[in-house]
């Protein structure tokens, strides 16, 4: 399994309780019904440990199963759509992760 953390700001002008309303109706049941995905959650960031403010507003987990064929999945017309629009809902970072296990 990958786990994809993506870390995000809104864009300006853009306000929180419409993301989350695209979040909630598009982003998360689109990319959830997606084969190669076990899991897609979204975060608001609402501080840091010891209350400082979070550097970002919103963190989403992608767990992937299969990532070639997330690779399939995403590069279709559908999921371009949403991945236009989430582009206009922010500018985020992709970082992709890999769990740190004990050798067998």
Same mark, same amino acid.
């Given at each position: 399994? !990958? ?12 306000s /929180?309780?419409?993301? *989350? ?13 997606l084969? #190669?995905?076990? #899991? ?5 960031? !609402?501080g840091?440990?010891?209350?400082? !403010? ?5 963190? *989403?987990?992608?767990d992937? %199963? ?6 399939? $999945?995403?590069? !279709?017309? %559908?999921?371009?759509?949403? /991945?236009? $629009?989430?582009? $206009?809902? %922010? ?9 740190? *296990? /004990?050798? /067998?």
């Amino acid at each position: 399994m !990958t786990r994809i953390i993506v870390l995000l700001n809104l864009k300006p002008g853009k306000s /929180a309780a419409d993301y *989350e309303k695209w979040a909630l109706t598009t982003d998360l049941p689109t990319v959830n019904a997606l084969d #190669s995905v076990d #899991s897609f959650t979204v975060f608001q960031a !609402t501080g840091v440990l010891g209350g400082s !403010t979070s550097p970002y507003q919103y963190i *989403e987990v992608i767990d992937v %199963a299969d990532m070639d064929l997330f690779g399939t $999945e995403t590069g !279709t017309d %559908a999921m371009g759509r949403v /991945a236009a $629009e989430f582009q $206009e809902w %922010a500018d985020p970072i992709f970082i992709v992760t890999r769990k740190v *296990e /004990a050798a /067998a």
